[in-house]
């Protein structure tokens, strides 16, 4: 009896210290998500003419027409990966989708680009279902399109200049004067020196410069969508927030349309309108980054909470 009463209290002060612990823990990951979230706030303020001019585009882009519409979308291939994702984004927009790995990011875009189709549901680009489309009128949808694949993906035999003149030679009927004047436009829109870089290999070029010829190449045809998978995986903080001011340059300047896979959640913060979080097959979470950070939701506040 005895000695039950004393493991009995052994086990109460055994219990309180692990639920005092745990509150500690809790305090901890709270204090932890609260620091995120100030550094986060921090960081929109020091943006403010980038939030400001979000603000305006924003409003615009409530007004303006679905350029990206996935609706009611499922995909599987051995196991369910999407199921009932919805979302759409309008002329101007940059929607950013986090996710942890193997959520179905690089998928999604895939679906935006028609290399997949959905087992249900539907993609629309300018308000045409491409789901049913021919091979022949999928590659017209495509060429509306610019895309920058993860690590840049750049052909390793080829000059910076045959790089971005590729999709011209694929796609125009361009000649070659003209092609090289928009080789030249391009790379001077991404800050990069044609004449110091062009002739160069992308093995001669940093990983930040590889990036950005990869963005010159995505955008050399004048696209009005661009589809980035992680710009600034790999990246120094300094390159990335070059990169990152770059696809909002093109935002802001050519009024592209944009769908941005990030991992890097400051880099989503500065340049998305809207935020998709994948996870478990759905999206959790489709709001604006200030909806995002002051969310109370227990997932989102890890996943913020894990940056
Ligand atoms: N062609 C395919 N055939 C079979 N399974 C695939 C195929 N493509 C992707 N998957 C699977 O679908 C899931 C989602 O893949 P996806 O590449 O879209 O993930 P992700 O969110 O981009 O991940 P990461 O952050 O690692 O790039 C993964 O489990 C992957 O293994
Ligand atoms: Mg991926």
Do not use: W
Not at 11 to 39: C, F, L, P, Y
Not at 42 to 54: C, G, V
Not at 70 to 87: G, R, Y
Not at 265 to 290: D, Q, Y
Request: glycine fraction near 8%; charged fraction near 30%; hydrophobic fraction near 40%.
């Amino acid at each position: 009896m005895t000695d039950d009463g004393r493991d009995e209290s052994g086990k109460g002060a055994a219990n309180k210290r692990e639920q005092d612990r745990r509150g500690e823990g809790r305090r901890i990951t709270e204090r932890k998500s609260e620091t995120v979230r100030a550094a986060i706030r921090d960081e929109l303020a020091d943006d403010a003419p980038e939030s400001e001019q979000r603000a305006a585009d924003k409003a615009e882009a409530g007004e303006s027409a679905a350029v990206i519409a996935l609706d009611h979308v499922f995909l599987a291939f051995d196991t369910p990966i999407l199921e009932d994702v919805s979302f759409v984004a309008r002329q101007g927009e940059t929607i950013c989708i986090v996710g942890e790995s193997g959520t179905g990011k690089s998928t999604t875009l895939k679906l935006i680009l028609r290399l997949l189709v959905p087992d249900k549901g539907s993609v629309s680009i300018n308000g045409e279902d491409i789901t049913g489309l021919t091979f022949e009128e999928a590659l017209a949808v495509r060429q509306r399109m610019g895309m920058v694949f993860q690590g840049a993906a750049l052909f390793d035999s080829m000059s910076v200049f045959e790089n971005i003149a590729y999709p011209l030679r694929e796609h125009t009927d361009l000649d070659e004067d003209e092609i090289e004047t928009r080789v030249r436009e391009k790379l001077a829109f991404v800050d990069l020196d044609p004449d110091r870089v062009m002739e160069q290999l992308p093995s001669e070029l940093s990983g930040g410069m590889r990036k950005r010829v990869g963005i010159a190449r995505g955008m050399a045809d004048n696209p009005e969508i661009m589809l980035y998978d992680e710009p600034t995986s790999g990246l120094d903080p300094l390159t990335t927030g070059t990169i990152t001011r770059l696809i909002l340059k093109l935002q802001r300047e050519l009024n592209v349309t944009s769908v941005v896979v990030s991992h890097d959640i400051r880099s989503v913060f500065r340049m998305a309108t809207r935020v998709a979080v994948l996870n478990e097959r759905k999206i959790v979470f489709f709001g604006t980054p200030e909806e995002m950070a002051a969310s109370d939701d227990i997932y989102l506040r890890d996943f913020l909470g894990g940056y």
